[in-house]
T-cell receptor
Framework: SQQGEEDPQALSIQEGENATMNCSYK?????LQWYRQNSGRGLVHLILIRSNEREKHSGRLRVTLDTSKKSSSLLITASRAADTASYFCATDARGGSYIPTFGRGTSLIVHP | DTEVTQTPKHLVMGMTNKKSLKCEQH?????MYWYKQKAKKPPELMFVYSYEKLSINESVPSRFSPECPNSSLLNLHLHALQPEDSALYLC???????????FGPGTRLTVT
């Protein structure tokens, strides 16, 4: 299965701290995406990083991709209570259908 | 308009009922998706339409029947569902298959 595996499954931090979550996958990919989901709602796309890219930034978000290790990390700097959500990585296998497969997610709680 | 809308927000139906979920986008996207999500689990892909043609059916039971009447609309017809089909049903769209997905808020379905 191409499904990514996020680590840790749950993360609890204080407001202002940085949060780092990781995603590992098994086969070569076209791109890797990170999504956020607030409780019981739809997913929001955060960042797409292509297989030939190593790092991307968007506001307080920084995503890295290491294709040799088949892993990616999402860093949220200066976290806020509003960042409390589940975070999913999604990968699509190179040579496949271009449909991303979602990992099991990391549940992040930011305490005010 | 960068929104995907889904109706209804909540649906309670008996096992003998027939109902439909509706999804709409006006972003000119040519790929649309149905996902099923159980609590604390990642979204599971059900169906994918690309250019209004069914592209992927992830071995979904026939009691779920998708329909794409035009490039902006996606329906999911439900018939003779089981209690285990209770879940959050998410619709998403993307410009084409390999691009980031925009999700609707979901329909919370309860089968009694």
């Amino acid at each position: 299965s191409q499904q990514g595996e996020e680590d840790p499954q749950a993360l609890s931090i204080q407001e202002g701290e940085n949060a780092t979550m990781n995603c590992s996958y098994k086969t070569s990919i076209n791109n890797l995406q990170w999504y956020r989901q607030n409780s019981g709602r739809g997913l929001v796309h955060l960042i797409l990083i292509r297989s030939n890219e190593r790092e991307k930034h968007s506001g307080r978000l920084r995503v890295t991709l290491d294709t040799s290790k088949k892993s990616s990390s999402l860093l949220i700097t200066a976290s806020r209570a509003a960042d409390t959500a589940s975070y999913f990585c999604a990968t699509d296998a190179r040579g496949g259908s271009y449909i991303p497969t979602f990992g099991r997610g990391t549940s992040l709680i930011v305490h005010p | 308009d960068t929104e995907v809308t889904q109706t209804p927000k909540h649906l309670v139906m008996g096992m003998t009922n027939k109902k439909s979920l509706k999804c709409e986008q006006h972003m000119g996207h040519r790929a649309m998706y149905w996902y099923k999500q159980k609590a604390k689990k990642p979204p599971e892909l059900m169906f994918v339409y690309s250019y209004e043609k069914l592209s992927i059916n992830e071995s979904v039971p026939s009691r779920f029947s998708p329909e794409c009447p035009n490039s902006s609309l996606l329906n999911l017809h439900l018939h003779a569902l089981q209690p285990e089909d209770s879940a959050l049903y998410l619709c998403a769209s993307s410009q084409v298959l390999s691009h980031e997905q925009y999700f609707g808020p979901g329909t919370r379905l309860t089968v009694t």
